[in-house]
C-alpha cells in the first residue's frame, strides 16, 4: 500500500517530466478576454458613446479623449464575447481528454440555436494550439465551421504551471463565419490579434487587423489597425488607423493617444479627406488628468485652434503612420 501511495504522489511529476498535460493546464492554455483587454483611463461613472462626439471646445470633455476611449471599448466588447463563450465551455468538464489533446462539446446553451466544439492541443513547452468551431443545433457534424483559431505560450507559475490570463500569443476571430450560425451577433469581417501579457506587472502589448469590419454608423464596411501598449501603473500608447475606405468622408486616418497614469493625455491625429488633398491635414488635442481638453490645433482650419502645448501631457506630436 505504501508503495501504491507514493507511486499517486508522484503522478503529478511524472506527467510533467514526460510532457503530460493536465485540464487545468488546457483550460490555462487558453486566452481569456482580460489576456487582451485594452485599458484607457476612465472617469468614474463615465459613460461614452463615440457617435456623439463632437468638435471640443476649450473646458470641454475632450474630443479625442471619447474616441480613443470608444474605440477601445468596441475593441474590447468585439472580442470578449467570443473569448467568453470560451470560457463558459471550457468551465464544464471536457467531452474527451487523450494524451495532448482536450475536447468540449459538442456544446449548446439550452435557449440558444448554436452549438460549439472546442478543440485544445498541447503543443508542448507551454504551448497550446486551439479551434472554437461552431454550427446550427441541427446540423450534422460536418457543418462544423471555425470562428476562432489561435496559438497561446503560456506564462508559468513557480511550480511551472500555465496560469490562466497571463502569456503571449495570436488568434483570429471570423465574424463572417459566426454571422452564418443561426444565432449571430451584430459583428461581421475577421479580427487578427497578437499579444503579450506576461504577469500582472508587465508591460501589455496588443496588436490587432481588423478586416471589413462594420461601421454602425456608416452602415459600411472598413478597414483598421489598432496597436495598445501600457505599462501597469504608467504611460500608455495607442495607435488607430483605418484604410482602403473609398466610400467613407475619410479616405485614411490614423491617431495616436497617449497617456498618463493620472488620466491626462494627448492625440495626434493625420487624415485624408475624400477626395484626398495635396497634403495630408493633422489635427492636435490634449486634455487633462479630468479628460477636459486644454489645447487643439486644427491645420485645415486654425480659427478652431485654442489653448497652449506648453500645458500638453506630451511634446512634441508623434503620428501614427497612415
Known sequence: ???IQLLVLALPTLLIACGGSSIDDMRNGLPTSDTVQLNVPKQAGQALEMGQAQQAALGDRSVFYQVTRGVTEFVNGATGLVLLLVKSITDNPPTSFKDHEAIWGPYTDPLQSNTYRLTVHDLGHHQYSYVLEGKAKWDPDSAFVAVLTGTHNAATDS????????GSGSFLIDWDALHSLPDPNDNVGTGEFTYSRLSPVSQVEIDVTFTQVLDRLTGLRFNARYSYVSAPGGDGMFRFS????PGAI???????SRWKN??????DVQYLPNPTPVATATA?????EFFLSVYFHNS??????????SDCAFSPAEYSPL
Do not use: V
Not at 511550480?159 to 497571463?166: A, Y
Not at 492636435?284 to 487633462?288: A, T
Open 1 to 3: 500500500m505504501h508503495r
Open 159 to 166: 511550480h511551472g504551471r500555465p496560469i490562466r490570463g497571463f
Open 242 to 245: 483605418t484604410f482602403n475606405n
Open 250 to 256: 475619410i479616405l485614411r486616418l490614423s491617431i495616436e
Open 262 to 267: 493620472n488620466g491626462a493625455g494627448r492625440a
Open 284 to 288: 492636435n488635442e490634449c486634455w487633462n
Open 300 to 309: 485645415q482650419d486654425p480659427s478652431q485652434d485654442y489653448g497652449k502645448e
